[in-house]
């Protein structure tokens, strides 16, 4: 069975930094796309960063040169660094996993970004 697990949201003032982690267990780890999305309310879930087994790294505009992604295949987790957060950060975050044609999604952990 797979399950990605989501953790380190919370309540971050503005400017501040938080560390995602995602665990997975039921997958081959090393071989799957890995990504981040996050959904705020009232929108549509949207790609944030995605890593590729091989380390290629891709990350949507609005995040460029504030967050990092990475993988340890040691550990099967997935990491997003997240600094100089923003009030408009603020969303449900969600890890995935996919290797054509499957995905699997994690049930998602809150980040406020609010002074």
């Known amino acids: 069975q797979v399950q990605l697990v989501e953790s380190g949201g919370g309540l971050v003032q503005p400017g501040g930094s938080l560390r995602l982690s995602c665990a997975a267990s039921g997958i081959i780890f090393s071989i799957y796309t890995m990504g981040w999305y996050r959904q705020a309310p009232g929108k549509q879930r949207e790609l944030v960063a995605t890593?590729?087994?091989?380390?290629?790294?891709n990350y949507a505009n609005f995040v460029k040169g504030r967050f990092t992604i990475s993988m340890d295949n040691a550990k099967n987790t997935l990491a997003l660094q997240m600094n100089s957060l923003k009030p408009e950060d603020t969303a449900v975050y969600y890890c995935k996993a996919r290797l054509a044609p499957r995905n699997y999604w994690g049930q998602g952990t809150q980040v406020t970004v609010s002074s």
């Open positions: 890593i590729t087994s091989d380390g290629n790294t």
